[in-house]
């Protein structure tokens, strides 16, 4: 946090010379300092999430590349004139260890197109309304559920 801080105000002033990299040391070491104290924030806690970064990345591109293929599938409903949508609810429960895996996974339901999360209530049952039944299937265990069930299992 402390090099990000440093960076950002280096990235800022448009040019790098002793006196803007030693008035951002002078400034950052204050905010990261609050930080430290009033939001707990610790090293540990910074290196864990560095450490999740190249889950994350992957995690987000499995995410852009359902919405695409979320994408081309509600256009076809839309388009066509054959095809009737047939709107419904799928209620499923999922366990994480984290509630913020459970957050995570509600809204990559969200933002995929055809798809929005309704529900998710305290005892892991997620409620999902689904444009199409064709949308609902296999969303129970879909990619995002394995992919955050891998990374509980590696910590």
């Given at each position: 946090?402390?090099?990000?801080?440093?960076g950002l105000w280096i990235v800022f002033n448009g040019r790098i010379t002793w006196e803007v990299f030693l008035t951002g040391l002078v400034l950052a070491v204050p905010v990261y300092l609050f930080f430290c104290l009033v939001m707990h924030f610790t090293p540990?806690?910074?290196?864990?999430?560095?450490?999740?970064?190249p889950w994350l990345m992957k995690y987000f591109a499995v995410?852009?590349?359902?919405?695409?293929k979320a994408n081309v599938a509600v256009t076809k409903l839309i388009l066509s004139d054959r095809l009737e949508p047939e709107p419904v609810l799928v209620r499923f429960k999922r366990t994480f260890k984290?509630?913020?895996?459970?957050v995570l996974l509600a809204n990559s339901i969200t933002l995929t197109p055809g798809t929005?999360?309704?529900?998710?209530?305290e005892d892991d049952w997620f409620t999902i309304?689904?444009?199409?039944?064709e949308f609902a299937e296999g969303i129970d265990d879909s990619v995002?559920?394995?992919?955050?069930?891998?990374?509980?299992?590696?910590?």
């Amino acid at each position: 946090m402390l090099f990000l801080l440093l960076g950002l105000w280096i990235v800022f002033n448009g040019r790098i010379t002793w006196e803007v990299f030693l008035t951002g040391l002078v400034l950052a070491v204050p905010v990261y300092l609050f930080f430290c104290l009033v939001m707990h924030f610790t090293p540990k806690k910074e290196w864990d999430f560095v450490s999740q970064l190249p889950w994350l990345m992957k995690y987000f591109a499995v995410l852009l590349r359902e919405i695409v293929k979320a994408n081309v599938a509600v256009t076809k409903l839309i388009l066509s004139d054959r095809l009737e949508p047939e709107p419904v609810l799928v209620r499923f429960k999922r366990t994480f260890k984290q509630n913020s895996h459970e957050v995570l996974l509600a809204n990559s339901i969200t933002l995929t197109p055809g798809t929005i999360t309704v529900d998710l209530s305290e005892d892991d049952w997620f409620t999902i309304h689904a444009l199409d039944r064709e949308f609902a299937e296999g969303i129970d265990d879909s990619v995002f559920i394995q992919m955050i069930q891998e990374v509980e299992e590696a910590e």
